[in-house]
């Protein structure tokens, strides 16, 4: 079998074509699957013969590079990506990422797991393509684990935060994608198993792991001088943030937009987005958050303010004054010819009605709630990475829209805190048992408790408002130990409050709207290839062409599937394969592949000029091309 490279199982020997034909059937079934308006038909009668034959039956006798290049059968597909699994679960402590990603790749772009092909509605097309993205995902994962297989060890905090910000956040992210994936493919057996050893490693190792070592930080010191050199902490946002911008000029005005409950990994994503958008250049950095992590202080240290405190019930105030509601926090931006607005309402405005909205205001405050409404609700909880892949989409609309729309040129989005979420709900062991509430308690949730003059506990770590958000007074407060709890009611999935790295970590994400020469450095493109090689003579029936992409890819530099083949006028003369463009490497060995091509059994004159062309396989506009020479005197065997 030639796409094999070896023979075929005995039950199919009396199948084959004789030699003559197979180079025509190859081209005719490849551009037949090429085909918009008769893809439909190819995909029913390939399912029809591979149930005929009992193709199924046969494909476990062949590895997966054995079918890496079989694009006849949905049947391959799914043994391919069973085979991945595989050999992903058998070699967890020694993940080959590149071979994964490679192998993936090659697959998504091809028949049976491209999205943009419009075949047979029976084909899960999408979410073929999404078991492969949650095998790279998890590989990715894994290997990460590996990297750090002894722990987290670092000589402190700050070394330990800083590993957070630029490596570590990682394992968060990687999680929630690849959850996300495989919410997608759960018709899927390939992602069960891979969903179960991906949770454990999350669950059970990374955040009892982090936990304790970012806890040793905590009990040696650092609750007692909340602060992490260079890294400004969340109850200087303004001053820091804010204030610098208004002061360079009369003119400047700054947008603050605030996601309840965003997290620094999902800032990381929206960065790379923002950073991919013409004329938009994001910038990410961090900020030490309050303690306890809770929306109340986390939002009033947000505000420009000289104090923050507590009322007698534990409501947080600002100056002196309450500030949860929009109204009150209206009032307290008045100060600093500021305003509130709700990130909903804003977007529904016209760009008129939004200009007039806003005219005026140095100072905007748009507060967007959608990932901690979802996440801190027990019916909805299961939800939190949905609300987290829909809040970076909202979040960049309305970038845009208050850059393109309201005329304000300066953006800086931030949240209140970060949260811990794991699919796998706690157990006993993850609680922080508490007989009873301290003498002194006011507030009492799951991730934290507040009162005045509370004791130490065993238990808990045990800090003050004041040394972690200079808040006025005597506020107190208890922090269950890693990612435990004090108890179970309500939510249990989603938490904040406490004090690990993906609570506290807050992002800033600065955001400026480039213009004059410097915006053509914002532009973004689809990837370069070029065919490597020149005066190409084909004098067999396949040739193989090295492609090359020029460059790697990046945030303004996209990915790009192209479909490969020769063609005589505007006839194609061989097969039509796909292939996908998407290395970030730097290296130039790394961004090369090779097509191999199947020319049709027929006579060629040398003299005619044939191309080869390279066409976007979403718009099919042709990229490029290069001429070749057939120079085939007689057929032969293919």
Not at 218 to 234: A, F, H, S, V
Not at 581 to 598: A, G, H, P
Request: net charge negative; with cysteine.
């Amino acid at each position: 079998m030639p796409s094999t490279g070896t023979d075929p199982p005995n039950a199919y020997e009396h199948l084959l074509l004789p030699q003559s034909g197979r180079a025509n059937a190859v081209v005719c079934l490849a551009q037949w699957r090429d085909s918009a308006s008769k893809v439909g038909s190819y995909d029913r009668l390939s399912e029809y013969v591979a149930n005929r034959i009992g193709l199924n039956e046969q494909l476990h006798h062949f590895e997966v590079e054995q079918l890496i290049d079989v694009q006849t059968f949905l049947a391959v597909e799914k043994e391919i990506a069973s085979g991945l699994k595989d050999r992903l679960l058998s070699t967890t402590a020694n993940v080959n990422v590149e071979d994964m990603r490679t192998i993936a790749s090659r697959r998504q772009a091809g028949h049976w797991a491209l999205p943009s092909v419009s075949g047979a509605n029976s084909v899960p097309r999408k979410e073929l393509h999404s078991v492969y993205e949650s095998l790279v995902k998890a590989a990715e994962f894994l290997d990460l684990r590996n990297q750090h297989q002894h722990g987290f060890d670092f000589d402190n905090a700050t070394d330990m935060y800083r590993a957070y910000e630029t490596d570590l956040f990682r394992f968060d992210q990687l999680y929630r994608h690849f959850c996300e994936l495989a919410e997608k493919s759960l018709q899927w057996n390939v992602v069960k198993q891979l969903r179960d050893e991906v949770e454990a490693t999350y669950s059970n190792w990374y955040i009892t792991t982090i936990g304790l070592s970012w806890g040793k930080f905590l009990e040696g010191g650092l609750l007692r001088d909340w602060r992490i050199p260079k890294i400004p902490n969340q109850f200087n946002f303004y001053d820091k943030c804010v204030q610098p911008r208004l002061e360079e000029a009369e003119n400047r005005t700054v947008t603050v937009i605030i996601s309840d409950a965003f997290r620094y990994e999902a800032a990381k994503e929206l960065t790379n987005k923002l950073n991919g958008k013409y004329r938009f250049q994001a910038e990410l950095s961090s900020q030490l958050s309050v303690l306890p992590s809770y929306t109340a202080l986390g939002m009033a240290s947000l505000l420009p303010h000289n104090t923050l405190g507590y009322n007698k019930k534990g409501g947080v105030l600002v100056n002196g004054k309450a500030c949860s509601k929009s109204a009150e926090r209206d009032a307290i931006l008045a100060s600093v010819d500021g305003m509130v607005a709700d990130a909903k309402s804003l977007m529904a405005m016209s760009k008129e009605e939004g200009r007039e909205h806003v005219a005026g205001k140095r100072v905007l405050y748009i507060y967007h709630d959608e990932i901690d409404s979802i996440g801190d609700t027990r019916s909805t909880e299961d939800r939190t990475f949905d609300a987290v892949r829909s809040a970076i989409d909202t979040l960049s609309e309305l970038v845009r829209f208050v850059v393109n729309s309201l005329n304000r040129n300066y953006v800086i989005i931030t949240a209140d805190h970060g949260f811990l979420f794991a699919e796998s709900p706690p157990n006993e062991t993850d609680k922080s048992k508490l007989a009873d509430k301290p003498p002194g308690t006011v507030v009492s949730k799951k991730r934290f408790l507040l009162g005045h003059n509370l004791p130490d506990a065993d238990e808990a770590y045990h800090g003050s408002t004041w040394t972690s958000a200079k808040a006025e007074g005597d506020m107190e407060f208890w922090l269950p130990k890693g990612a435990n709890r004090f108890h179970f009611t309500g939510g249990s999935r989603f938490i904040h409050g406490g004090a690990m790295l993906q609570e506290v970590v807050v992002p800033i994400i600065t955001v400026r709207h480039i213009k004059g020469k410097s915006k053509q450095d914002t532009a973004t493109k689809r990837v370069g290839v070029q065919v490597l090689g020149v005066n190409h003579r084909i004098t067999t029936p396949k040739y193989r062409f090295p492609l090359l992409q020029t460059e790697p890819v990046s945030e303004r530099v996209k990915p790009i599937t192209l479909k490969v083949a020769i063609y005589e006028g505007g006839e194609p003369i061989t097969n039509i394969e796909k292939i996908t463009f998407d290395s970030t490497s730097e290296t130039m060995d790394d961004r090369s592949k090779e097509v191999v091509l199947v020319l049709e059994d027929r006579t060629y004159n040398k003299k005619t000029k044939y191309r080869l062309v390279l066409r976007d396989a979403d718009t099919d506009i042709e990229q490029s091309s290069v001429d070749v020479i057939i120079d085939r005197a007689f057929t032969d065997d293919f």
